[in-house]
Structure formats: C-alpha cells, structure tokens
C-alpha cells in the first residue's frame, strides 16, 4: 500500500484500513488509553489468575493456622508469620500491578493516511503496519493473539497474571516471580521444621487439626511450594537475562538480528526498574495511585476490559 511516492509501505498481508468515514486521533487515543484501567478479558487467564490467588491465600492459612498458631514458641511464630504474609502481599500486589498494567499497547488503527502524512517521514523509509490490529508497529513490537494488540517490546504473554509482559509492566512481572518464589521458599522451610516438630511429638501437639488433615494440608502445600518455586525461579533467571540482554523472550526464539543498539547490563536493568538502585526497585507499590485507579475505572465505562 503506497501512502505518497516518497514512501514506502510495507505489510505482509493485504487488509483494509479504517473506512473514509473513520478517523483517529494520535493524541486523543493516546490520552483515553492512558485514562483507562488495562484487564483482558480471557476466560483462561481470568482462571489462571484467580487460581494464583486462591493458591497464594490456601499457602497462607497452612502457615498461619496449621503451623504458626499452635506453636507454643511465641517469637518463632510472630517472625515467620509476619515475614511470610508480608511477603505474600508483596506477591499479590506485583501480580496485580502487571496484570492491570498496560504493557505497552500500540494505539489501535492508526495507519492511516493522514497520520502517516503527519509524521513528515524521510524519503525512502518503511513503514510496517500490523494487518491484524492495522496500527503502525513500532520497532521490536510484536502482536499478541490474546490481547489482540501489538505491543511494544513483547516479552511473551502469561496467562497466570491475565497479560502481556511488555515495555511497561516488565518490572512488576519481574517482582512478581521474585515473590513467589520466596513465599514458596520460605513455605517449604516452614514445612520441614513442621514435619520434625510433628515426628518428635508423636503428631499430639503439633497442630489444632487431626494428624491425617494436617499430614495432607502440609502435603499440598508442599507440592504447591515445590512447583512454584521451581516455576517461578526460572522465570525470574530468564527474566533477568534478557533485561541484562536487552533481548525478549520472543526475540531471542525467532533468532532476530538486533537492529537497536543493545543496552549495556545494568542500563538495562535501570530502564526497566526506574532510575539508580533503590529499595524502590523492589516496590510493587511504587507510582501507585488509588484516586487516580479510581477516577480510571469511572472513566473506563464498556472500554474498561481491552
């Protein structure tokens, strides 16, 4: 599709753009995307992700009424309860924050030719345009089936947190598993001091519940610790490669040749984390904004979910 004679258009396949009659403005979609909360309405994910907090939440009662409460070491149970349901609301809050995060959506439908006009492109420069979402694709944005965008800097998208891993929600992903992966840590430690406990008392006092209830409550949650701690740690490894890479998942399974020029490690790591080290950089709080989620979620109206 040939916009002027001085520019070249390049798409894979053959697909309209918007009809005569439609019009988009940059700026105004711009703004009502970033008025608006971001949540995909998968049914797969909707269940992977109320899956993760029900698992998160089972995890925490074996702890605190399993383990904790009947232990007649009273610090022993205040340190271990306090670090472990910290640590879990740490979890939840990142995977809230990169499931409600946009990752990096392009504005949709704005190939046109008017916009394009408006962009005062150097003679001979192509342009890609996504047949599937018809937006102009940035460089390194890839589209996702699921949330039917392109987005910037794809990583890959995860049904357990409902989105994309993308440009502006990496982080959050990246704390997320961090999380997980400790509470499942320090579950199974917890586990093992739990079983001795029980083993040496002979299962009289070592909790409020049956021997049998308890043996398979502390059962699952080992199981349930095991798998996501091992899930999640490679996750968080892998991650981190490709930030210090500056490669995406996606990038590095179709062996794309780097056309940007990559970050040095820790450049990449601060353009993902924000800025100089800091215990902000281990903050799924930080930028936070309750009025402002509010305000979003009035304004969202049908346009809520993408």
């Known amino acids: 599709y040939m916009l002027l004679p ?21 700026s105004s979609s711009e703004a009502d995307m970033a008025d608006r909360v971001w949540f995909i309405r998968d049914g797969c994910g909707m269940v992977c992700a109320v899956m993760t907090w029900f698992l998160v939440v089972y995890a925490d009662f074996v702890v605190t009424f399993v383990m904790l409460l009947p232990s007649k070491d009273f610090w022993y149970s205040v340190i271990n309860g306090v670090l472990f349901n910290c640590l879990a609301v740490l979890a939840l809050s990142s995977h809230l924050r990169t499931m409600l995060t946009d ?7 704005n190939a046109t030719k008017e916009y394009m006009e408006s962009l005062h492109l150097k003679p001979g420069e192509v342009i890609y345009k996504c047949p599937k979402c018809c937006s102009i694709k940035p460089e390194r944005a890839h589209h996702c089936s699921i949330c039917k965008r392109c987005i910037r800097k794809m990583d890959h998208h ?16 990246v704390l997320f598993t961090m999380y997980i992966a400790l509470v499942s840590a320090h579950a199974l430690i917890l586990c093992g001091f739990q079983f001795f406990s029980c083993v040496r008392g002979q299962w009289t006092e070592c909790s409020d519940f049956s021997p049998p209830v308890t043996v398979i409550l502390m059962v699952f949650l080992c199981l349930e610790g095991f798998l996501f701690l091992t899930f ?3 996750m968080f490894g892998t991650q981190i490669h490709s930030i210090c890479n500056d490669e995406t998942e996606i990038e590095r399974l179709k062996s794309e040749k780097p056309t940007w020029e990559r970050r040095l490690r820790w450049e990449g790591m601060k353009s993902v984390f924000g800025g100089q080290p800091s215990l902000l950089w281990i903050n799924p709080f930080a930028g936070f904004q309750i009025r402002q989620l509010l305000l979003r979620a009035k304004k969202g109206g049908p346009e809520f979910s993408v």
């Open 232 to 234: 999640t740690a490679v």
């Open 158 to 173: 995860c049904p357990w947190v409902n989105n994309c891993v993308g440009e502006k929600n990496q982080r959050f992903f």
């Open 103 to 109: 990752p990096g959506a392009v504005p949709k439908g």
């Open 6 to 26: 001085w520019h070249r258009f390049r798409d894979i396949e053959h697909h309209p753009l918007l009809a005569e009659n439609d019009s988009y403005d940059s």
